[in-house]
């Protein structure tokens, strides 16, 4: 009856068994599979919308309402310039509303003036006009020099000097192409921690990993299986992203694709083992979930994925820098913006070297098996 | 030859206070037979059998499974031994073949995962994903992965809680399988009858110790007779005051003990000691309400020997319910 086969390798090969068991399980989950590939796009597609076609920003202003408001309304939209002006009439109240609320950016109030400003004040012989603005946001600080600019100029200013503007708008140093590494990079993190860690807490949660203890399974086959389908999960993730960014956005990559594949497999490898060490001894998934949360926050926020880490004060840019996603993310945009070389990013490579070793040791060591 | 050997084994849980789950526990399983731990919830049981599987550290004793020791045989034992867990979720998604493949994968040698699902009749649903078996079927996968790697030791905890009649006596078939080709079962479970029905001995295990060891025949034979009779009476009268003790002089009655209103009195020939009783009741002048007679089982010796019954809890659980 028992007709016993002994078969070291081939058809039960346990790692190659393994991995078959994970992508399986997933491939066989239509939500995971939506949520791991269609989300880098959409994500890419929101922000590409928010980023790509966007006019040169429209100054929205305010006028007090007052005789002289329609004079003034006019004279903005003589503007010849770049600049374009979106004006509206309100009442004082209702515009300082606006201007704290940061729905306009600067409030005009011309109620000095008769109903014609050319005519002038009483006073001192001048029109007079009124800014109120909020001096710490850029955007307000800009359109109060804008509109007085304009202003003077339909007052009669004349400028003495000649000057012409030449607009540059070309690949390579726009934001879309600067945001791209970033998301990839973060795709990477979310993409390796939330695949790895969950996975094997929910295993641990139903006991399967104590029963694979009590077979003669080894140990790093397992861990070893977890991150290699980890990787393969992750190829269509990161094709997905860069094809639609290259499509889209005409988002290129200035320097070789060995470089970039090669930081795409190190940031994975990373962050899979990153994500078995927050995963090696939680027992329910809410306890994953938070570590998880924790290990990811000063990432998003300090790694620059949507700004540059380097606008950090200098006293906390060593913690920075020593931060998994800093080096991954500023080498993916070195090589892609820049061209450089792998030869050139050694130190944030063995940055990422580190981590992965690191992590992957004492998740071997620390892993909770029952 | 010992399949498995436990000596003064101990295993406390670092609480406050400190948990004692097993306290000396001895143990001596022969190659061969199919072994029953049967006790209460909370008496050991699971704690002893994962010690045996090397999944959980004993505090002291020893332990040796199938001539080996874990910590320095660890391999040896694991290609040997075959295990359920009391609970282990598989993989919903996926298939009854790709499952034992899996785990057929992690032995050096075995059986092909089709004839793990002919051993345990599944051979309809071995295409089809964990997740669309029944509770019965998933613990006959949950054994069949036991057996991919053709163990020498097969280690079951609680083989059949939770399942219906039929799945029950479908678990045992498959281990009566088993059994028969000379490998050896250990086996837990708080069912009397599977005990009785299923193990060539029996340790009953209460409070982390083992409290009675030998064949169900044995056990059952240590009462003084393999009857029971029992009775009860209404309660109104003068009846309280009962001393159950005046009916061991009775012919054919060995032993006798009263338990809330129930008398229960084990007897070696109940047409002898029967008339007696009832005469013996006449003389007391006692309203009876219920009189029975039934074959003596190990609830009996486990009621015997630790006061209480066996699956106090359930009882307890289903007059709430």
Known sequence: MSQTSTSPSGRYWPLGQLVLARLREFLREPEAVFWVYGFPILMTVGLGIAFKNRPIDEISVVIVEGPSAKATQDALASSTTSERFDVEVA??????????????DVVVDSSANGSNPSQTNEA???????????PTRADSVLARKAVDDQLQRAAGRKDPAETELVEINEPGGRYIDFLVPGLLGMSLMGGGLWGVGFVTVDMRVRKLLKRFLATPMKKTDFLM????????????????????????????????????????????????????LAASRAKTIEAVSGIMNLVMVPMWIFSGIFFSSERFPGAVQPFIKALPLTPLISSLRAVMLEGMSLAELLTPIAIMTAWSVISFALALRWFRWR | MLAIRCHELVKRYEAKPPVEAV??????????????????????????????????????????????????????????????????????????????????????????????????GLEEKQAAWVKSLSGGQKQRLAVACALVGDPELLCLDEPTTGLDPQSRRQIWEIIRGFRQTGRTVLLTTHYMDEAER????????????????????????????????????????????????????????????????????????????????????????????????????????????????????????????
């Open chain 1, 91 to 104: 009442a004082p109240d209702e515009a300082r509303r606006r201007l704290r609320t940061g729905r306009t």
């Open chain 2, 198 to 321: 299923l193990c060539d001995r029996v340790a009953i295990v209460d409070a982390g110790r083992v409290i009675a060891l030998g064949t169900p025949a044995e056990l059952i034979a240590s009462l003084g007779g393999d009857h029971v009779i029992e009775f009860t009476w209404a309660s109104n009268g003068s009846a309280q005051q009962i001393d159950a003790a005046q009916f061991e002089k009775l012919p054919g009655v060995s032993e006798s003990r009263i338990d809330e209103e129930r008398v229960t009195l084990s007897v070696s020939e109940p047409h002898v000691a029967l008339p007696a009783v009832l005469k013996k009741l006449a003389s007391l002048d006692l309203e009876l309400t219920g009189l029975s007679t039934r074959h003596a089982s190990l609830e009996d010796v486990f009621v015997k020997l630790a006061g209480r019954h066996l699956n106090e809890d359930d009882i307890s659980q289903s007059v709430t319910a």
């Open chain 2, 23 to 120: 306290r000396g526990l001895e143990l001596s399983v022969e190659v061969g037979e199919c072994f029953g731990l049967l006790g209460p919830n909370g008496a050991g049981k699971t704690t002893t059998i994962e010690i045996i599987e090397g999944l959980l550290e004993a505090t002291s004793g020893e332990v040796e499974v199938m001539g080996y020791h874990w910590g320095r045989q660890d391999d040896d034992i694991r290609q040997r031994l075959g295990i359920s867990l009391q609970e282990t979720r598989l993989s919903e998604k996926l298939s009854v073949l790709e499952t034992l493949t899996l785990f057929r994968s992690f032995y050096r040698r075995g059986i092909e995962p089709s004839e793990a699902v002919a051993r345990v």
């Open chain 1, 124 to 134: 001192n012989g001048t029109t007079r006009y009124v800014y109120q603005f909020d």
């Open chain 1, 225 to 276: 299986g977890i991150m290699i389908s980890r990787m393969l999960f992750m190829v269509p993730e990161v094709l997905a992203l860069l094809v639609f960014a290259r499509y889209a956005f005409g988002v290129v990559n200035h320097g070789t694709t060995l470089a970039v594949t090669f930081l795409i497999l190190l940031g994975a490898v990373t962050f899979s083992g990153i994500g078995l």
